[in-house]
């Protein structure tokens, strides 16, 4: 595995343990030749083979990357670190294979996602949920917006959410 940090392809592993049930092995590496230490994870391939029906019935390949991509766009200038995010990614996939077999709705991941980053960031899920949840009607975005309006850990760049992009 090649070192995050120095790009050396020499490492040890230090630590390893499987999450979410089995379907994942965590490994935490150390570098031989710089010393720091990275985590990887192992995922079966079916993992891949996941089939995302969109709305309109058609259907994609599940792409883990672009899940990542959607959050970090919706996270952009937040207080959201990429630990943060994996977990949210890592916790909507445990759902998914819970749920559904080989098939999951897009909705279903989208919904899913929106849920766990409230919890984390209220703009950020706001930006999220109106481009990938669709909401309903413009008075549930407002609605959702004004809660995230009074929650007291957002800083004063709340503006923005409204502001030209
Ligand atoms: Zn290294």
């Known amino acids: 595995m090649q070192c995050p940090f120095c790009g050396q392809d020499n490492d040890k592993v230090v630590d390893s343990r499987s999450s979410e049930g089995g379907r994942v092995v965590r ?3 150390e570098c031989i ?5 990275f985590t990887t994870y192992e995922r079966p391939e079916e993992t891949l083979r996941l089939t995302v029906v969109k709305k309109d019935g058609s259907r994609v390949p599940y792409e883990r990357d672009k899940v ?3 959050l970090q766009k919706a996270c952009y200038k937040r207080k959201v670190t990429d630990d943060q995010i994996r977990q949210i990614v890592d916790a909507t996939e445990e759902e998914i ?3 559904f077999e080989k ?3 897009s909705s279903f991941i989208g919904d ?13 899920y706001v930006r ?11 008075g549930e975005l407002i609605e959702d917006a004004q809660e995230a309006r009074q929650t007291p850990s957002i800083g004063p760049e709340q503006k923005e959410l409204f502001g030209s992009q």
């Open 128 to 138: 999220f949920a109106s481009v990938y949840r669709e909401f309903t009607d413009v």
């Open 68 to 70: 990542i991509a959607s």
């Open 112 to 124: 899913t996602v929106a849920e766990r980053l409230k919890k984390v960031d209220k703009i950020a």
């Open 33 to 37: 030749a710089c010393e720091r230490r």
């Open 103 to 105: 098939a999951v709705p």
């Open 27 to 29: 490994r935490r590496r």
């Open 97 to 99: 294979f819970r749920r």
